[in-house]
């Protein structure tokens, strides 16, 4: 009955957002959502993106309904950009060219997390998905209201702060055949910390052996190297061990949320790798099958600004270059914080591994709880800090109030 529908907890990132919004404290700092802020503490938009909408302003002549997955072009240059590195990389190349790549345009990288697991939900064999421990907080949700049941790999070693690579491999060893897998692409929400090349050739091995389904989520291609064509060596080596046949199909879900600053726009894809032309046809079918009575197609605006920035080469080139300089400033950020920690009791050490929005603290949550309620710095309590929230402006008020909560 309605008077008996309980009250849900609220979302603790967007919860953390509003306590902020409440604290009068003129210092206070917000390091809880992963959102991209300029070093006076304002979110932006992307020159290039902003190039890109005066273009649309002036040549705009409709908004028609795009396609159930969106727009050929957008397909195509989404594509051309995530597997061919624009013209560079072979594996992916011979996969476009025979045909075997199906991508949709979805509502970001969350509405493509969803359709991809409602599509494992109705075709794939295996019901079942493995995600690493700790992994993005909306994960778990998206798999399990589409139906799949979801269980953890371990991945982080909280007493060292460090990755934990032998139980990592253990337990991905240890799952059922044919399960599932997500794989963070680069960048892991929240720890930051992610595998070198010669662990994911590893990590691959266990995959192949135990013909896994790679399910890949890239919502910060470009965050760990500042080049979103540096940041793909694992969707290159997945192409190749698609090529060589030794893993057969794979996922890809995609977001230009942090790495056009599109966040409200919802504008990302879903990639499906199939075993052949004709069953990428099929596949492609099914996801509009799917798709059409959820949402009926995506939004335009944000679609059309990622097509005209991968159609012009001058937009592009200062696309990488806006990129390159929002990654170039969390660096600074994230070097300057550790150079004012206290290092007399707390090594610091793995600040300096973790690449992208995230510094993954290693702080109780009572020491969370500290910062918030006597320095008002706020942030989630399993220590993450989104460091886009520190500037030159703050960086000392914070890096000695972390130094006064860990003294104790
Ligand atoms: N996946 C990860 C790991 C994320 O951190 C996020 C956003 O923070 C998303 C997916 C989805 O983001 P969006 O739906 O805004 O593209
Ligand atoms: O900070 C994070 O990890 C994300 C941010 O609709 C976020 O959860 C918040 C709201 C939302 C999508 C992403």
């Keep these: 009955k309605w008077n008996e529908i309980p ?18 404290n003129s210092k206070k700092i917000n390091l809880g959502v992963g959102a991209y802020r300029d070093n006076s503490g304002k979110p932006i938009v992307f020159p290039s993106v902003k190039k890109a909408e005066t ?24 594509r051309n950009f995530i597997f061919n590195n624009s013209g560079k990389d072979a594996s992916g190349a011979q996969l476009i060219k025979e045909g075997r790549i199906v991508t949709a345009q979805t509502i970001s990288g969350t509405g493509s997390l969803r359709v991809i697991a409602d599509f494992l939900k109705r075709f794939n064999s295996a019901q079942n998905i493995i995600v690493p421990k700790p992994t993005w907080a909306n994960h778990v949700a998206v798999f399990t209201d589409a139906g799949l049941s979801a269980d953890f790999y371990a991945y982080y070693d909280k007493e060292n702060n460090d990755l934990d690579f032998a139980n990592l491999k ?10 599932v897998i997500l794989l963070h692409a680069c960048c892991h929400n929240p720890t930051g910390m992610d595998l070198t090349p010669e662990q994911w050739e590893e990590v691959l091995a266990i995959i192949e052996q135990k013909k896994l389904f790679p399910l890949v989520d890239m919502a910060y291609q470009g965050f760990a190297s500042g080049s ?14 698609v090529q060589e046949g030794k893993i057969p199909t794979y996922a890809l879900c995609q977001s230009f949320a942090k790495n056009m600053g599109l966040y409200g726009e919802r504008t990302g894809s879903i990639s499906i790798i199939a075993e052949s032309g004709s069953q990428a046809k099929a596949i492609e079918s099914q996801l509009k099958k799917l798709i059409r009575p959820m949402y009926s197609n995506p939004p335009i605006h944000g679609s059309r600004i990622v097509e005209t920035i991968f159609s012009d080469e001058n937009l592009l080139s200062e696309w990488l270059a806006d990129l390159d300089s929002v990654v170039g400033r969390l660096n600074v950020v994230r070097d300057k914080l550790y150079q004012k920690l206290d290092k007399t009791n707390y090594n610091w050490d793995h600040l300096l591994k973790q690449r992208g929005m995230f510094i993954y603290t290693g702080l109780s949550a009572e020491q969370v709880i500290e910062l918030r309620e006597k320095y008002s710095v706020y942030a989630t309590e399993d220590g993450r800090f989104s460091i886009s929230g520190v500037n030159e402006h703050n960086v000392d008020y914070l890096a000695d109030a972390i130094n006064q909560v860990i003294k104790k």
């Design 7 to 24: 009250l849900a907890p609220p979302d603790k990132i967007l919860g953390i957002s509003e306590a902020f919004q409440k604290d009068t």
């Design 55 to 78: 273009v649309l302003l002036e040549k705009e002549t409709d908004k028609e309904y795009t396609g159930i997955i969106g727009s050929k072009k957008y397909q195509d240059s989404v």
């Design 170 to 179: 253990k337990s991905i060893s240890d799952a059922a055949d044919e399960s």
């Design 228 to 241: 979103p064509y540096k940041d793909i060596g694992l969707i290159r080596r997945l192409n190749e061990l």
